[in-house]
């Protein structure tokens, strides 16, 4: 039949297989493999400096939790985390301190750890050198965060790990419904995001179906679409911080973990 | 502490404000952890695709036979150009993949391009354009099968894969040579016709519907969505320097695809050679490192030369011992045993249940522990043995990222009883990707054993 294969779920993308790696070629489709494969960030090519940087763009608060859990005060906390990204960025001399270069996640955090175990000893003056082309954060933005986050007396790393866990479903949230706007289906992803949290839910499919004008049938078609497409770039965003060779479930797993357990 | 809202389901606070108010994360991860999807209710009328009326309606000229064929790019239909009394497919593209800006300049660039390729091992395109909102493509109509569904019969051996590649290849070189990249070889764009020959499909479809433009802040959209093409067989250049891809991912694209026919499977983190499992010598070997190098200046440089040294290959020796050797031989599955993985929604939706089921001795044998994800403490082992005169039937479906189910039905209400997540008279296992060849083994043989003709 021509191309009735096309339909074939072989032929879709699977989010959780293990990044491509060659024998001593070093390729990797995943942005963290990559920028890992590369050696020291920003010394091989620009194009990874790109990577990294995004991938600390889209991951720093995780790391300002760390640092305000560890004691820090807010102002203390921001300029120490900035100061850490931009040297991480700008120089990749803080990378040195994970030679393993395991996920991304724990990749950042022993990072951090050895760079504000330096920069105790240290007076403040060197700590932003340059930063210009680093995100810059966001204090106020980052306290409110942090208060939404609830679990004020978890451990450090604890806090690290729940943090990690909410920007990572922040950044996959706002990915998808950017998907669904762009597509000029903003009411759609408003009306139907709670089925992302499960079946429960103050609305039926019937009332959903009324608010948007179209059939249940429909709107059943429509959940189980914005599911999938969910866990979908739910799966791609994780992998994305994982090495060559790890899995994803067990990073999906890990991080729920984290978020169910009570402090 | 203040007052936030709490999850009625799962008791976590719920942020009041940020991109994520009002939604529970625990609740947002456990969805997402979910399996392979809750099918899609039956019967339901899929909103996205249009119905056949207006098709038939938009396209007078054509009289529209079926829906053939449902991708990611689009749909495909059967039917035929009535004056010229010919069949053609028409393909017509996904209405959201035309909200780019300047897709409909693309369009005509790209399929002028294809519409451009006349040669006996790329499918045709006849006509182009765009009507009532919807972009599509007339062209040929090929009734052959897809070398993936022949890769999965198993009904290809060393020798038809070099020469099928090489066909293959003379058709990509005379693309490239009217400077059209595919950017998308896979076994599923290639057709073998009733004759055996070869024909290529969608060459050039993949950039028109992608957007290669690293700088664009859709790139990262586009690298999740499934039009970006298949990354197995995509070269590495066109993940991470994607404006630098030329003619050479193609050859890349073929390495692979080459690799998968003679091994039986993918070139995936340490992979053997050839030679290691056949006694076909080096040769092979060396092509395939060449055309599979990371550096497209290092790679073999074109589909042409490619298909010489395949070519040079078959009238060699290696090619004789290559015949008549079949390669999809799937070397250490075993039928009957099969581990799965499920997630369960009893316990509050925190418990995972691992195992494996085994056919042994006219039983259906299933041992399995659970764990709770809020103790990280496994149970003991479970076991559930059913006789299998008392299994009805078993189902395999392939899920959305490779892995799969397989559902079970027993012959009373109460078969499965005991196992966690049954419904009246059913369970399902759910396994990843890794085990789908041995899922389909397994289906395959308790099939056998039941009774049930294979569908």
Known sequence: ?263 | MTNTPICQACGAAIPANGALSGMCAPCMLRQGMQGPAVPAPAGAADPNTPPLADIRRDFPQLEILELVGRGGMGLVYRARQRRLGRDVALKILTPDLAHRPDFAERFLREAQAMAKLSHPNIVTVHDFGEREARYFLVMEYVDGTPLRKLMERGQLDGADALGLISQVCTGVQYAHDQGVVHRDIKPENILMDSSGGVRIVDFGLARLVGTEDAANPDWRLTRSSQVMGTPHYMAPEQMHAPRSVDQRADVYSLGVLLYEMLMGELPVGTFPMPSERHPWGDQIDEILRGALESDPARRIQSAGELGARLDALSTADSAQSAAGRPVWSGVEEIADRLPFNNSSDSWGGLAEIYGLVTIDEGELFLEYRTRDCLDLYSSAPKELRIPLTQVLDIEFKSGWFGGGELRLRGRTMSTFMDFPGFQPGSIRLYFKRDYVRSAKQFTGELQRLIGTRTG
Not at chain 1, 101 to 130: I, M, V
Not at chain 1, 135 to 164: C, Q, T, V, Y
Not at chain 1, 230 to 243: K, N, P, Q, V
């Open chain 1, 1 to 263: 039949m021509y191309t009735a294969d096309m339909t074939s779920p072989d032929n879709v993308h699977d989010a959780s297989h293990a990044p491509l790696s060659r024998r001593g070629a070093g390729f990797a489709t995943t942005r963290w493999s990559m920028v890992a494969a590369a050696g020291v960030p920003g010394s091989d090519s620009d194009r990874h400096e790109g990577a990294l940087g995004a991938l600390c763009e889209s991951y720093w608060f995780p790391i300002y939790a760390f640092a305000r859990r560890r004691g820090a005060s807010a102002q203390d906390a921001q300029d120490l985390v900035q100061g850490f990204f931009t040297r991480l960025i700008e120089k990749g001399d803080v990378a040195n301190a994970d030679p393993e270069r395991g996920r991304f996640r724990t990749f950042l955090l022993a990072c951090f750890k050895h760079y504000s175990a330096n920069e105790r000893e240290r007076d403040g003056a060197a700590k932003r050198g340059g930063g210009q082309h680093v995100f810059a954060l966001d204090g106020i933005p980052a306290e409110e965060r942090l208060a939404n986050e609830g679990g004020g007396e978890l451990d450090p790393e604890r806090a690290f790990e729940r943090a990690w866990a909410h920007t990572l479903l922040e950044t996959v949230f706002v990915r998808l419904r950017a998907e669904y706007e762009d597509a000029g289906k903003a009411a759609v992803f408003v009306e139907l995001k709670d089925s992302l949290a499960g079946d429960g839910g103050a609305h039926t499919h019937g009332e959903r179906a009324q608010v948007l004008g179209t059939t249940e049938g429909a709107v059943k078609v429509a959940v189980h679409r914005l599911r999938q497409r969910y866990g979908e770039l739910l799966r791609r965003e994780i992998s994305d911080t994982l090495a060559t060779g790890e899995d994803v479930e067990d990073e999906l797993r890990r991080l729920f973990e984290s978020l169910a357990k009570k402090s």
